[in-house]
């Protein structure tokens, strides 16, 4: 999903696929396997002999190792430090894949790796459960939220966090979800705002993928449009620009009104897609329930380019209480 709505959006894209499975596991079973550590380095090193590794930002995604989070961490090392005497040339935008509602779904070894490799990240975009993991701190209110995000500003010199998915009882009795993100200062203090949305009462598959395709693209955007940033480490804006004015909440501003949009359309179709198997009694074949509503629920890219392209923005960055 991730190459398609970067494709979508204009951008030359070279994916080195970290698995190769038949169908998302949404559907709680695929065939495939899970590319190597080596098989990731040979891609990589494929690129750079045919002279095509010259990326000007980099998004990783779900790694299925230890072995190859380190391989991917090689890689971006190495575009970090050909970029070195340009800064700005190079931004890696990483995903830290690892769980969800409080259960780990990767192997024991893979979350010590990833503590490595955020320190040369230049945005994070981890879940709640994520956060925690990386930051060591339990996030339960508002409070320990904002001491997750500043313990990974400092500890882990982190430029740009997002934090996705957040459920807080303090974030209100209305079903909505919330967004925080925070663009570092100088002296690694945050700047944090949040965006809320309405909550849409669906599951879907992909929609990490989708919102880290549309960051890296929202966040390029944004940063072009400010005279001189695009030349600047990391792309941090000066320490007078406040919260709210930040480019990454700019990009968080689009990419939520596209990905809001989407999935409001998505849910139309698959509730006209499940009226069809109203009344079907389902006992004892639980399996070919779940594949019908997965297939149901997949998400509709492709007929909404528009939203993608030319969302409407609904929902702006408050500074966070």
């Known amino acids: 999903m991730a190459t398609y709505v ?12 970290t698995v190769h499975f038949s169908n ?6 695929a065939k495939g396997t899970r590319a190597t550590a080596q098989e990731i380095t040979d891609l990589y090193t494929g690129l750079k002999d045919s002279g095509l590794s010259a990326f000007q930002m980099m998004l990783s995604g779900y790694l299925p190792g230890a072995a190859s989070v380190e391989a991917v961490g090689a890689i971006a090392r ?10 700005g040339e190079f931004f890696w935008v990483l995903d830290p894949v690892m769980g969800d509602n409080g259960k780990l779904y990767v192997a024991e070894d893979v979350p010590p790796a990833y503590k490595t490799l955020v ?23 508002m409070e320990t939220l904002k001491e997750a995000i500043v313990t990974l500003h400092q500890e882990y010199r982190i430029p740009h966090i997002v934090v996705t998915s957040i459920s807080l009882p303090a974030l ?3 079903p909505s979800l919330s967004v925080v993100g925070s663009t570092f200062t100088r002296t690694a203090e945050p700047r944090i705002f949040e965006i809320k949305i309405p909550a849409i009462d669906c599951f ?16 390029r955007e944004a940063v072009y449009n400010i005279e001189g940033l695009m030349k600047t480490k ?16 700019r990009a968080c501003e689009k990419v939520l009104a596209s990905m809001h949009e989407v999935l409001t359309r998505t849910k139309v179709r698959r509730d006209a897609e499940l009226e069809k198997y109203k009344g079907v009694n389902w006992e004892g074949d639980e399996k070919k329930k779940r594949l019908v509503e ?14 993608l392209r030319h969302p409407e923005v609904k929902f702006k960055a408050e500074r966070f209480a």
């Open 78 to 87: 190495d575009l970090k430090y050909k970029a070195t005497m340009d800064p």
């Open 204 to 219: 879907f598959s992909g929609t990490g993928d989708m919102f880290a395709a549309l960051m890296l693209v929202r966040l």
């Open 24 to 29: 998302h596991l949404g559907y709680g079973q």
């Open 294 to 307: 997965s297939k149901a629920a997949e998400v509709r890219l492709v007929r909404n380019l528009d939203c």
């Open 6 to 17: 970067m494709q979508s959006l204009g951008c030359e894209v070279a994916a080195l696929n």
């Open 172 to 174: 209100g009795s209305q």
């Open 234 to 249: 990391s792309w941090v804006s000066g320490d007078e620009v406040e919260a709210t004015e930040l480019p990454l909440a």
């Open 119 to 141: 320190r040369d990240a230049d945005l994070i975009l981890p879940n709640q459960f994520e956060a925690e993991t990386l930051s060591g701190v339990k996030i339960v209110d």
